[in-house]
């Protein structure tokens, strides 16, 4: 539902069988181009199933633009004490 919603067109699905027979069908890939995104949380309000959050996280910088294609493995990591700024506390 939230690539559908998606005003950008920023969010790529692929779906695979689950192995698991209760589940019908999960993600293979979940992309989000963020330098496509307008950050307007309509994913957020679409999800049935609150997989999709907006943090305060909103300073992003990166050296490639291959770098600001978020996968699931990105979307899902938390961030270290070793990655954060002194002082900085990431609300999540």
Known sequence: ??????PARCIHIVAEES???NIEKRPKVFEIDALRCVMCGLCVDACPCD???MT???AM???SRKDFIWDIEFLTRR???KETKPGYTPRI
Do not use: F, R
Not at 1 to 6: F, R, S
């Open 56 to 58: 305060g996280e909103y």
């Open 79 to 81: 961030p270290s004490l």
């Open 19 to 21: 192995p698991d027979p």
């Open 61 to 63: 910088a990166e050296y």
């Open 1 to 6: 539902m939230c690539a559908t919603v998606c």
């Open 51 to 53: 997989a999709i959050v």
